[in-house]
């Protein structure tokens, strides 16, 4: 018994012992001496690193990290490591870095800055596992406002990749506008859960704002931008696109303000590139020899010059097609840049056909795809304009797309539609450098209106009066309502010079039996050039804006003379109402369409000049008014050999008539008016000439009218 106790207390002690190896504390720290030493050594070599990089020595730095990951391999040095072989930008170098980062988010799958490191790295080349990775962070953390902005970035760039895209399926082209859709509003999706976590997050407003404006949706954008605005005040960017998106909606006095403030924050080398390089782009094709021998001064005033005759409305504060310009450059410039490469967007070909001629009407991106012989048919994209087609292929694949050339025969690199668009362009760059469809904060509307010219009180003028017709006839207004508008009338000799400008707040009242007109008189003296006739209507800013050749007669003090005829409504001795013309005491309501039917009287009104006496003190003329079918004086070249042929053969046309009456008056500068009758004509165009003969000086004077007949009523109606 004593022989088994001793020998189980002896298995005990034993067992004792063992367990005390284990646990004792002294023989633990022994261990724990080792374990501090290697982690310190770890810390030393990652340190060394850090200093090395601190002072520029990336070579001893890349040994210390190389060092640490190959004893320890620990993540903080691959992840120096890794970027270390970003900044070498090379391919391999990326390869490279990529592993470490690898390593590195493997080694510690919660450090969030390594995996943002990795999944920016992976944007260029691994989208998928990019996308994957920003969402491997929220799933670690749902607040990282920056993982949901790269989602939302990275599905935005698929939006504006397969927006308009189509497959080349042989005989048609299949549309993949299903799919574009599905990425806008997951892109929606990720920026507004962005911004539920932070409301003002710059990039995240910045480019939902930009998605809004891709996808078609511009005013979506304004909102974010209007915040951003009120929170970052001097941020050219903002203002550059909000002045777009402002542009797009047709708020045009905002798209000012903004692009007003933005240039105000570029540097010099800026606003010189955005407001003078771009329109030297599409004006040095047709003016080389003042781009090549003016000085910068003289540059600067001729491109002044430039936008002030392209004003399309001068009733504005603002510059109207200057406004389209910047919002051409700043939509170039946000969808065509690539920094990478230092292009900037409207100087690539993409952006070049937009300074010059705007957005397309429409446009297809053709995708990508291998042919039957081998050949790759690149990504191609077509623009259409109204009477343009330009094309362009991205042979590169980098972005930057380029008019396209025709491939040759042995290329295996195709693009997807024929003919030689880069040709096409160095051709509309001379022949047609630029192309503008004016843009106002209302819709455009159509006012008839014509010009009525008398010699003048005054010595050597002319009395100019400007008439028009501006219709009530809409359903903006009540039946009683008066149409209040702002006129402008506008004359620029030949040199581009203003010589006269009339503007005046009025209304039309349709209180009347026939329809409204309105007239503008001013004295000016004779010359040659254009002028511009501008209305904006009050209640919706409907806008008229019309450019026109103006030549202000000459009337002469000695030979007779004849004034413009008028064709009006009516002719009076006597009125209150605006709408009639002045003339002694004759008043003549003008009708600025030229356009009669047959519950609208005729009325023709002229004056004659310098008519000669006899003794008695009497005048004697004769006036002969022709009327004929308008179409027939408008004949060329088979048409009048035709006609001449026919009068040589003694065939005489008898759709001419001649009215002739004579004359005595003891005014040597008579008004001249009377109705014509009509009802027996055809409906149609004709041409009354009148020619009136002086039978004491034997001298004769002839000026024609256009008249249509007969047209139904709602001709007036804008």
């Known amino acids: 018994?004593?022989?088994?106790?001793?020998?189980?207390?002896?298995?005990?002690?034993?067992?004792?012992?063992?367990?005390?190896?284990?646990?004792?504390?002294?023989?633990?720290?022994?261990?724990?001496?080792?374990?501090?030493?290697?982690?310190?050594?770890?810390?030393?070599?990652?340190?060394?690193?850090?200093?090395?990089?601190?002072?520029?020595?990336?070579?001893?730095?890349?040994?210390?990290?190389?060092?640490?990951?190959?004893?320890?391999?620990?993540?903080?040095?691959?992840?120096?490591?890794?970027?270390?072989?970003?900044?070498?930008?090379?391919?391999?170098s990326r390869n490279k870095a990529y592993e470490n980062l690898r390593r590195a988010v493997l080694k510690e799958p919660d450090n969030l800055e390594y995996r943002y490191a990795f999944a920016n790295l992976m944007r260029d080349f691994a989208r998928l596992s990019s996308f994957d990775e920003y969402k491997k962070i929220i799933s670690i953390d749902s607040t990282q406002v920056e993982a949901w902005l790269n989602l939302g970035e990275l599905k935005a760039e698929d939006f504006k990749e397969y927006n308009n895209s189509v497959r080349n399926m042989g005989e048609i082209y299949g549309s993949l506008q299903e799919f574009a859709l599905l990425d806008f509003y997951e892109s929606e999706k990720y920026f507004l859960a962005a911004l539920e976590k932070d409301p003002l997050h710059y990039n995240t407003l910045l480019k939902l704002s930009l998605l809004y404006e891709n996808a078609g949706v511009p005013e979506k954008g304004i909102p974010l931008l209007e915040r951003l605005i009120k929170h970052n005040k001097d941020d050219k960017e903002i203002y550059l696109c909000i002045g777009l998106l402002y542009y797009k909606t047709s708020k045009i006095k905002e798209a000012h303000r903004e692009y007003k403030k933005a240039l105000d924050l570029m540097s010099e080398t800026e606003r010189r590139d955005f407001t003078f390089n771009s329109v030297k782009l599409f004006l040095e094709s047709s003016f080389e020899e003042v781009f090549k021998n003016y000085s910068e001064?003289?540059?600067?005033?001729?491109?002044?010059?430039?936008?002030?005759?392209?004003?399309?409305?001068?009733?504005?504060?603002?510059?109207?097609?200057?406004?389209?310009?910047?919002?051409?450059?700043?939509?170039?410039?946000?969808?065509?840049?690539?920094?990478?490469?230092?292009?900037?967007?409207?100087?690539?070909?993409?952006?070049?056909?937009?300074?010059?001629?705007?957005?397309?009407?429409?446009?297809?991106?053709?995708?990508?795809q291998i042919g039957d012989n081998g050949s790759v048919g690149m990504k191609t994209e077509v623009w259409n304009y109204p009477d343009m087609t330009f094309a362009f292929t991205d042979i590169a694949s980098s972005g930057n797309y380029q008019y396209v050339w025709p491939a040759a025969e042995k290329d295996k690199l195709i693009p997807q539609v024929p003919g030689n668009y880069h040709d096409y362009a160095e051709y509309l760059r001379k022949e047609r450098p630029?192309?503008?469809?004016?843009?106002?904060?209302?819709?455009?509307?159509?006012?008839?209106?014509?010009?009525?010219?008398?010699?003048?009180?005054?010595?050597?003028?002319?009395?100019?009066?400007?008439?028009?017709?501006l219709s009530v006839d809409d359903s903006l207004f009540a039946s009683n309502e008066k149409v209040n508008h702002r006129v402008g009338f506008y004359f620029f000799n030949e040199d581009y010079e203003e010589q006269f400008s009339r503007i005046v707040n009025t209304k039309v009242d349709r209180n009347s039996k026939f329809p409204p007109v309105q007239n503008l008189l001013v004295t000016a003296i004779p010359d040659s050039g254009f002028s511009s006739f501008e209305i904006i209507r009050d209640v919706d800013n409907g806008t008229l804006s019309s450019r026109t050749p103006l030549k202000i007669r000459k009337f002469s003090n000695y030979r007779i003379d004849i004034s413009d005829i008028v064709l009006a409504y009516d002719i009076t001795n006597s009125s209150t109402n605006e709408s009639y013309i002045k003339r002694e005491n004759v008043y003549v309501k003008p009708n600025p369409t030229n356009i009669?039917?047959?519950?609208?009287?005729?009325?023709?009104?002229?004056?004659?000049?310098?008519?000669?006496?006899?003794?008695?003190?009497?005048?004697?003329?004769?006036?002969?008014?022709?009327?004929?079918?308008?179409?027939?004086?408008?004949?060329?070249?088979?048409?009048?050999?035709?006609?001449?042929?026919?009068?040589?053969?003694?065939?005489?046309?008898?759709?001419?008539?001649?009215?002739?009456?004579?004359?005595?008056?003891?005014?040597?500068?008579?008004?001249?008016?009377?109705?014509?009758?009509?009802?027996?004509?055809?409906?149609?165009?004709?041409?009354?000439?009148?020619?009136?003969?002086?039978?004491?000086?034997?001298?004769?004077?002839?000026?024609?009218?256009?008249?249509?007949?007969?047209?139904?009523?709602?001709?007036?109606?804008?």
Do not use: C
């Not at 088994?4 to 022994?30: A, C, D, K, M, Y």
């Open 1 to 92: 018994m004593k022989n088994q106790t001793r020998e189980i207390s002896f298995r005990t002690l034993i067992l004792l012992f063992l367990i005390g190896v284990v646990f004792n504390p002294f023989q633990s720290s022994g261990t724990n001496r080792i374990s501090i030493i290697g982690e310190k050594e770890r810390t030393v070599l990652y340190k060394k690193g850090i200093e090395a990089l601190d002072g520029k020595d990336t070579v001893s730095a890349e040994k210390y990290f190389i060092e640490s990951i190959s004893r320890y391999g620990d993540a903080a040095s691959h992840y120096e490591l890794a970027k270390i072989n970003l900044s070498r930008k090379t391919f391999t």
């Open 297 to 368: 001064e003289e540059l600067n005033e001729f491109v002044n010059v430039y936008w002030k005759i392209s004003d399309p409305l001068y009733l504005t504060e603002y510059n109207e097609r200057l406004l389209e310009h910047y919002s051409r450059v700043a939509y170039a410039n946000l969808n065509f840049s690539i920094p990478s490469m230092g292009i900037v967007g409207w100087k690539s070909n993409m952006g070049e056909t937009i300074l010059r001629y705007g957005e397309p009407q429409s446009r297809m991106r053709i995708r990508p």
């Open 596 to 718: 009669f039917t047959k519950s609208l009287p005729i009325y023709i009104y002229y004056e004659l000049y310098n008519l000669q006496k006899d003794e008695k003190g009497l005048t004697d003329f004769e006036q002969n008014i022709i009327i004929s079918p308008y179409q027939q004086e408008e004949k060329s070249g088979f048409g009048k050999f035709i006609s001449s042929a026919l009068s040589f053969l003694g065939i005489i046309s008898d759709d001419k008539i001649t009215l002739t009456s004579n004359y005595r008056t003891i005014e040597s500068g008579p008004q001249i008016y009377f109705q014509l009758d009509f009802s027996n004509y055809e409906p149609g165009d004709y041409l009354i000439t009148m020619n009136v003969k002086d039978r004491i000086s034997g001298n004769n004077v002839e000026i024609k009218k256009v008249l249509k007949w007969n047209i139904p009523a709602n001709i007036f109606s804008n």
């Open 434 to 469: 630029t192309y503008y469809n004016p843009k106002f904060e209302g819709p455009k509307i159509d006012v008839p209106y014509s010009f009525i010219q008398f010699k003048s009180n005054k010595r050597n003028h002319t009395d100019l009066y400007l008439n028009y017709s």
